[in-house]
């Protein structure tokens, strides 16, 4: 009677194990995470000024899409910069597709471009009904990333090659071209964009100028260069064991962590590393 009894322990212990194992293999938690650094500090576009000015000119004009350009205005910019992309265009279909990011899925992943996962995403992601019911979209941890996401989204995929032929200041081009090119099934889409820019003359942050930009950027955040959000592979641990050709430095770019921190990590004095030793990326 007791074997009985034992025996049929160890099969429920097996089985819930089982259970377990069914849980961690699941298709909404993969086995990697999108590394995003902290957002860095950008520098002022005169956006509060510019929505002041606009709303005393029509004060029937959206509170809440007027706080969004306030908030985001300098991110659309440092990615036109970076990536060639109208700010305004950017703006608007940030304005369009979040609802002035205040969308379920803005507010639940930080995903203001309603961008779905696609088969090469690795990072974290949301369910959510949009064409079809269900629906994978990607989540992000900051709305910066969202941004920057959107911005290699366009440069990266081959359908969107033509609107980079484009110039930078002819967003009705750009709305239509991203029409053409199949981001949107909205035949009015376009129309849409062009509508928002018209209204919040969103045209105008076109105008602002690279170098300065980039200028300030440096002189706010002490000559720190923006780190891309990179996916890294989830390991016990988070160790990296150094390659032929690695740096600290290079290492350090690689998974999204400043050179200060990974020293501070491994307790290490100076820059100097050697093949074959394992170093921590997370506490």
């Known amino acids: ?16 194990s089982c259970g377990a194992k069914r849980k961690v ?41 007027l706080a969004y350009i306030r908030k985001y ?12 992309i109208p700010a305004s265009i950017t703006l608007a279909q940030g304005i369009l597709e979040s609802g002035n990011g205040k969308s379920g899925l ?29 629906e994978c979209f990607r989540k992000y941890k900051y709305p910066e990333t969202s941004y920057n996401d959107h911005s290699l989204f366009l ?21 239509y071209g991203l ?12 129309s849409k964009l062009i509508k928002i820019i018209k209204e919040y003359k969103l045209y105008e942050f076109d105008e602002v100028k690279k170098r300065r930009f980039i200028r300030e950027i440096k002189k ?7 780190e891309k959000p990179s996916v890294t592979e989830k390991t016990k641990g988070n160790f990296y ?5 690695d740096t600290l430095y290079s290492i350090a770019r690689k998974f999204s962590i400043s050179v200060g921190n990974l020293k501070a990590i491994n307790n290490l004095r100076g820059t100097i590393i050697s093949v074959g030793q394992k170093l921590l990326l997370k506490n």
């Open 1 to 16: 009677m007791k074997l009985k009894i034992i025996f049929s322990f160890l099969f429920l212990v097996i089985l819930s």
């Open 25 to 65: 293999v699941n298709t909404k938690n993969p086995g990697v995470e999108i590394a995003e650094p902290k957002p860095i500090r950008l520098p002022s576009v005169n956006a509060t000024r510019f929505t002041k000015k606009l709303a005393r000119r029509n004060p029937r004009l959206n509170k809440k899409t």
């Open 73 to 84: 205005a300098a991110v659309a910019v440092k990615e036109m910069h970076e990536y060639k």
């Open 106 to 134: 803005a507010l639940k992943s930080n995903n203001h471009f309603g961008i779905k996962c696609h088969r090469n995403w690795n990072g974290q992601r949301v369910y959510h009904d949009d064409d079809e019911k269900g």
């Open 155 to 175: 440069s990266q995929r081959s359908r969107y090659a033509f609107l980079f032929d484009y110039n930078i200041k002819n967003y009705k081009k750009w709305a």
């Open 179 to 190: 029409r053409k090119a199949g981001y949107a099934t909205d035949r009015k889409y376009p």
């Open 220 to 226: 706010l955040n002490k000559g720190i260069h923006f």
């Open 241 to 245: 064991r150094v390659k032929k050709g």
